[in-house]
């Protein structure tokens, strides 16, 4: 007979009166970076949208097929994001490392965004770029993200 996965948070292993793993609830922490992480996926599903529709429009290009491999990364970081953001808020260990390699991402963006020029839409990426990093070093944060995604019980 197996036993029921223990949670590492939970040290009594007790789990009834459907409080799910985490018994103290999700911590604010977590919901604002998530929220940080979706808003970014979907501005660049946006920026994927505007690229995709200048490209079926005509619009001059070095590359087509080069435009098209820029297309399906703008895809691809939108849905990793996504999922990010999604795995992140249930409370899973590995999209922490992915978040924070974002919003560093976003820094590198963001700052010379801002000092070329670009102030109100440099502070969109720096402001809440570096709310996220901060938050993701939070005790709560990492006491609550810390499940690991093992495989279900045998038996």
Do not use: C
């Amino acid at each position: 007979m197996s036993r029921p996965p223990v949670n590492p948070i939970d040290p009594d292993g007790d789990q009834q009166g459907g409080s799910g793993p985490h018994p103290v609830g999700r911590p604010a922490g977590i919901k604002v970076i998530s929220l940080v992480v979706v808003l970014e996926a979907m501005a660049l599903l946006v920026a994927a949208g505007w690229y995709g529709l200048q490209l079926v429009s005509g619009a001059p290009v070095l590359s087509f097929w080069g435009a098209v491999f820029t297309l399906g990364l703008l895809l691809a970081f939108s849905a990793w994001l996504f999922a990010v953001a999604v795995f992140l808020f249930r409370g899973y260990r590995w999209p922490r490392a992915g978040a924070l390699v974002a919003q560093l991402f976003m820094l590198t963006i963001g700052f010379p965004t801002l000092t070329g020029g670009y102030v109100i839409a440099g502070l969109a990426m720096l402001v809440p770029a570096a709310v996220a990093i901060v938050l993701l070093f939070d005790k709560r944060v990492i006491a609550f993200a810390s499940r690991a995604g093992g495989a279900p019980p045998a038996l």
